[in-house]
């Protein structure tokens, strides 16, 4: 099972909104609703932001929003701040013999 | 508090093995079914394995299948991952995550993580 391709690297200046991008097949993202996105700072152990496409946990901002289109899903990051910057993975299930699958990752620069 | 706690990781030569394991506490660990994630240095997460909340279904990567074996302990709150026949691209820190509910396909708590180097 292949990763999902996110680009490396994504930056904004404080107060734009940013996207990220993650890219798989018919047989994880594009065929179901199951994909989630996590933050990761430096030394810290990844935080869910959202799930099943475009649900947010409690507690993470609405700044933070999710949506997909056929095979690839999308994290947008409105209003940009500081704290936001951190690598940032999606994930989906995978119809193949193992059950989830991440993207190569996404690290978040804020200019 | 859901709490997650790993141990077990460390130094270990090629060819080797160690055996990691995670603590749980603040919910009813014999209801969910566990993963291992992994993160090698500089890298990306991967998925390692899934066991279901009674043992009855077991999945693995297939970059550590027939190598690694993951088992729980419901009675203990604990969950394990016996890793054999380690190898240097093995070398990551290992979390301990916990899905919301069965047919979760995400995870809502991770550990802090437990670091295995694979070096000789």
């Known amino acids: 099972q292949s990763a999902l391709t996110q680009p490396a690297s994504v930056s904004g200046s404080p107060g734009q909104s940013i996207t990220i991008s993650c890219t798989g097949t018919s047989s994880d993202v594009g065929g179901y609703n199951y994909v989630s996105w996590y933050q990761q700072h430096p030394g810290k152990a990844p935080k869910l932001m959202i799930y099943?496409?475009?649900n947010r946990p409690s507690g993470v901002s609405n700044r933070f929003s999710g949506s997909k289109s056929g095979n690839t899903a999308s994290l947008t990051i409105s209003g940009l701040q500081a704290e936001d910057e951190a690598d940032y993975y999606c994930s989906s299930y995978t119809r193949s013999s193992t059950p989830y699958v991440f993207g190569t990752g996404t690290k978040v620069t804020v200019l | 508090e859901v709490q997650l706690v790993e141990s077990g990781g460390g130094l270990v030569k090629p060819g080797g093995s160690l055996r990691l394991s995670c603590a749980a506490s603040?919910?009813?660990?014999?209801?969910?079914?566990m993963n291992w994630v992994r993160q090698a240095p500089g890298r990306g997460l991967e998925w390692v394995s899934s066991i279901s909340s009674s043992s009855n279904y077991i999945y693995y990567a297939d970059s550590v299948k027939g190598r690694f074996t993951i088992s729980r302990d419901n009675a203990k709150n604990s969950l394990y991952l016996q890793m054999n026949g380690l190898r240097a691209e093995d070398t990551a820190v290992y979390y301990c995550?916990?899905?919301?509910?069965?047919?979760?396909?995400?995870?809502?708590?991770w550990g802090q993580g437990t670091l295995v180097t694979v070096s000789s």
């Open positions: 995550a916990r899905p919301p509910s069965s047919g979760s396909y995400y995870v809502d708590y």
């Open positions: 099943e496409v475009s």
């Open positions: 603040g919910f009813t660990f014999s209801s969910y079914s």
